[in-house]
Nanobody, 123 residues
Framework: QVQLVESGGGLVQAGGSLRLSCVASGRTVSSYHMGWFRQAPGKERDFVACISFSGARTYYADSVKGRFTISRDNAKNTVYLQMNSLKPEDTAVYYC????????????????WGQGTQVTVSS
């Protein structure tokens, strides 16, 4: 019932910035909690940030606090991840996810996923 499409990934040098976007479609999209996760080759999918359906609550992984900002524009059915001061260790495929019931840092709790967008940070 929910489709997610990420965009905005690419190649950037360390210290640079990127803004990822996730456009959602489907019923009651604005009522879903949203999250960003990332997965590097050979590693498990890690939590990055999440935001409640109203935008009032946000949570960040310690590794990105102070550098990344999650936001949403429900009128546009879009969630953003602004990434500043990028580091090589941020290199991963970034996934947008939707959770219909709760705000969670656990990827197993999310109900819908996008296909991902590659972020590569060079040293």
């Amino acid at each position: 019932q929910v489709q997610l499409v990420e965009s905005g990934g690419g190649l950037v040098q360390a210290g640079g910035s990127l803004r990822l976007s996730c456009v959602a479609s489907g019923r009651t999209v604005s009522s879903y909690h949203m999250g960003w996760f990332r997965q590097a080759p050979g590693k498990e999918r890690d939590f990055v940030a999440c935001i409640s359906f109203s935008g009032a609550r946000t949570y960040y992984a310690d590794s990105v606090k102070g550098r990344f900002t999650i936001s949403r524009d429900n009128a546009k059915n879009t969630v953003y991840l602004q990434m500043n001061s990028l580091k090589p260790e941020d290199t991963a495929v970034y996934y947008c996810a939707a959770d219909r019931t709760s705000l969670s840092t656990n990827y197993h709790e999310y109900d819908y996923w996008g296909q991902g967008t590659q972020v590569t940070v060079s040293s």
